[in-house]
């Protein structure tokens, strides 16, 4: 992967998000079940902002690729489910060529 390119640097996007997915369970399994705040905290906004920039590369990737409403949307949904990036970058991601 090259981290120089849009594609390289949103398919390192896709598993970090995918990683922090169920991180983010854990931590959350810990703050409701032995009252833990600061982990949920600390990995809630690490999420976040992984999340919120998988979409920004999402939207800017798709413009540059032209891909169709279908797929952004496919990748938009994949990043509500844990590991979802990952499948979206095995399958699709994987096999750009730009």
């Known amino acids: 992967m090259n981290l ?10 896709a598993i970090l998000e995918g990683i922090s997915w169920p991180m983010l369970l854990v931590t959350m399994w810990l703050k409701y ?13 690490i999420h976040g902002v992984l999340f919120v920039l998988f979409c920004i590369w999402l ?16 990748g938009f949904l994949a990043s509500f489910f844990p590991f979802g990036t990952f499948i979206f970058d095995a399958k699709v991601l994987k096999k750009e060529n730009h």
């Open 33 to 45: 079940a032995h009252e833990m705040l600061l982990p949920n905290k600390i990995v809630g906004m």
């Open 4 to 13: 120089k390119t849009t594609l390289g640097q949103f398919r390192i996007l």
């Open 59 to 74: 939207v800017l990737y798709a413009l540059k690729a032209k891909w169709g409403i279908g797929l952004v949307a496919l």
